[in-house]
């Protein structure tokens, strides 16, 4: 059974306003997140947010590490695919893939090109070493899936420009934006 988590409890500081509640495509971003998840075949998603009908970080304010601890120790399942919210032009296939080669491997991973999104298999020892980073301030996202051995793979049908982009500034959500309706001209 697969867990979806969005990551969605940042600040927003670099963006101005919430980024989950900004309209892509007729919804929030936050809507749009947890409806790709389904699409993939999440059997119920998780949202990382300090709001409610939320998870909550038992450790507040340690970024992306935090939202993965705190909806893993919320769930039973094996196995979690987490994106962050803030990445409107991530596609089903996308995830459909990172889903497989996880499987395939029996192992979490990622893409090469960015650490998000990540497919992980979860066990107690994923979820202790969450903790154990959390506790000693070490956050790095990037670190904690070398610690669980997690494989970086190649997806050669992903244009890491675009798809993989995060929405941070104003800046990046236009041109996120402008790929979309350059996408719906052609």
Not at 95 to 105: A, E, K, P
Not at 129 to 147: F, K, V
Not at 162 to 184: C, F, G, H, S
Request: hydrophobic share 45%.
């Amino acid at each position: 059974m697969l867990l979806g988590i969005v990551l969605a409890g940042g600040q927003s500081r670099r963006m101005g306003e919430d980024k989950a509640l900004l309209n892509w495509e007729g919804k929030t971003l936050l809507e749009h997140a947890t409806q790709l998840l389904q699409e993939v075949g999440c059997d119920e998603v998780f949202v990382s947010r300090n709001a409610p009908h939320c998870i909550k970080d038992i450790y507040p304010g340690k970024g992306p590490v935090a939202g993965i601890h705190a909806c893993l120790a919320a769930s039973e399942r094996f196995e979690a695919l987490v994106i962050p919210v803030d990445m409107p032009l991530l596609t089903r296939a996308s995830l459909s893939n990172l889903v497989i080669q996880g499987r395939v491997f029996a192992s979490s991973c990622y893409y090469d090109a960015s650490v998000m999104p990540c497919y992980l298999r979860v066990n107690p020892a994923v979820l202790a070493e969450c903790e154990l980073r959390l506790q000693q301030n070490r956050l790095s996202l990037h670190a904690l899936l070398d610690a669980i051995a997690a494989k970086a793979i190649r997806f050669d049908e992903v244009d890491e420009t675009q798809e993989l982009m995060n929405t941070n500034t104003p800046a990046q959500w236009l041109l996120a934006n402008r790929v979309v309706n350059d996408k719906e001209l052609a």
